[in-house]
């Protein structure tokens, strides 16, 4: 590429990173830039839509991949090469293990070798299944003889240095199916990381993190959730049932077809069930040519609720049987494209019982896209952007180069606000 094109609308090509989200009800690719102290500037995004069951079907998956691609490098001006790709389901899952190591060889004191060496043999100790693959391997505290909680030994002195790390499985299929559609869109993958550990990189604060908290991502057919604890990972968990089965609920409790009752669920939809009067209701259109009903959103709330109580009960459950109940100082946050029900912060306060419980969605970005990219169904595009940020520094990418730029900013601002419109 000739040199003057390089710094075009001051982007940098050797700065900037994309995330893709594979939901199962969109595709959003978001492109950003790394600023200095690992900020990160938002400079464009595609967000189309994947009709229900597409998700499961390579070739809509990449004509989809394409087009949000094709929006994103239009609202950019850049070119997209290589992406950071969310992964969540229940074909995840994570695993605990621990090592020890003896630090003679290191002559008593904790080197980086060292702590790559107990981390690495904890990995290797986990009987992990034939057709799983690790895409993340998250360390706990160190234990240094006897002395727990250390977040970072390097230079301490002693004879045996501990580790507790959290694996991240993904099944290998997935994994090639992923890397099937990327590559289909003449993508690379530059990296897989676990959807709600995204999601905690543009939803949470750091002294949530620190005080301990769970996300909770529900989107449309899968509920996802990390725990962090003293800044670290320490559970991941993945639930397949969101917001389309409530859907369906829907469409099956009002007898009506699927699209009219996603309108329904989104126009009149809550899972709040006081307050509400038989008298208010809305028209359910019939199937086949039947005529169309009255319904009151009283009766609505009662099968979202149901739903919903379901799906958040499953995420409690689980995490008391983990012992998580009550330790977490932070609480619970909630994001995902389902969190938008109206009633959800109320529903899951009352089952996660004295625990706090806040919605969330990307924090405003550093600069470029604020409002727009500021929904909970962006939690995990926007995510992977600052999780590439935290993870992939720029002298790294300066050798592999992720994007180049195609052309002027400037010039294509008039096509991108109208592109945009679609997405508010
Ligand atoms: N205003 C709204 N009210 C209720 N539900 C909503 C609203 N907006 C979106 N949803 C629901 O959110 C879900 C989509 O959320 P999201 O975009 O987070 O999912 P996804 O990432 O595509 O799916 P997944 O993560 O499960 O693969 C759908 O079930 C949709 O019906
Ligand atoms: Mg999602």
């Known amino acids: 590429m000739a040199k003057e094109e390089e710094n075009i609308g001051g982007i940098d ?15 959003g690719v978001f492109i950003g830039q790394l600023e200095e102290n690992n900020k990160v500037r938002i400079l464009g995004f595609g967000n189309p839509p994947l009709k229900k069951g597409d998700a499961n079907e390579l070739e809509a998956t990449v004509q989809a991949l394409k087009k949000a691609v094709g929006d994103a490098e239009l609202s950019s001006g850049v070119d997209v090469k290589e992406v950071y790709v969310g992964v969540a389901g229940s074909n995840i899952r994570s695993v605990a293990s621990q090592a020890s190591i003896p630090l003679r060889e290191f002559n008593g004191v904790v080197t980086k070798e060292a702590m790559k060496r107990v981390v690495e043999q904890a990995s290797q100790l986990v009987q992990r299944p034939a057709d799983m693959d690790i895409i993340h391997v998250l360390p706990g505290d160190y234990v240094l003889d006897e002395r727990g909680g250390i977040k970072n030994p390097q230079g301490m002195e002693g004879t045996s240095l501990s580790v507790e790390v959290q694996l991240v499985l993904a099944q290998k299929g997935i994994v090639r199916n992923i890397s099937k559609a990327v590559e289909g869109a003449e993508l690379t993958v530059k990296g897989l990381v676990l959807e709600p550990l995204a999601d905690a990189c543009c ?22 959730v990390a725990v962090f604890k003293e800044d670290k990972v320490v559970y991941t968990v993945s639930f397949d049932i969101a917001g389309n089965a409530i859907t369906s609920d829907i469409a099956i409790g009002l007898t ?3 699209d009219r009752a996603e309108e329904i669920k989104k126009m009149y939809g809550t899972c709040r ?87 969330g969605a990307p924090r405003k970005p550093d600069e470029g896209f604020s409002e727009i990219v500021c929904m909970p169904t ?47």
């Open 13 to 27: 090509p050797a700065r900037t990173i994309v995330g893709l989200d594979i939901g199962s009800s969109k595709i």
């Open 203 to 224: 939803v949470l604060e750091n002294d949530e993190k620190e005080l301990g908290v769970a996300i909770i991502d529900i989107g449309a057919t899968s509920t996802d």
């Open 378 to 424: 962006h939690s995990t595009g926007v995510g992977l952007l600052y999780y590439a940020a935290l993870n992939d520094q720029p002298k790294e990418r300066r050798e592999t180069r992720t994007t180049k730029i195609v052309g002027s900013v400037g010039s294509k601002l008039g096509r991108i606000w109208s592109m945009l419109k679609n997405y508010i």
């Open 273 to 359: 069930r006081s307050n509400l009067l038989d008298e208010v209701t809305f028209t359910v259109p019939g199937i086949g040519g039947r005529p169309g009903k009255d319904c009151s959103r009283k009766h609505l709330a009662y099968i979202i609720y149901c739903r919903m109580n379901e799906i958040l009960m499953k995420v409690h459950d689980d995490l008391k049987n983990k012992g998580f109940d009550g330790s977490l100082g932070a609480g619970i946050v909630i994001t995902g494209g389902t969190s938008l029900l109206e009633g959800t912060q109320e529903l899951a306060e009352k089952i996660f019982e004295r625990t706090p419980v806040r919605l």
């Open 256 to 258: 009506t077809p699927m």
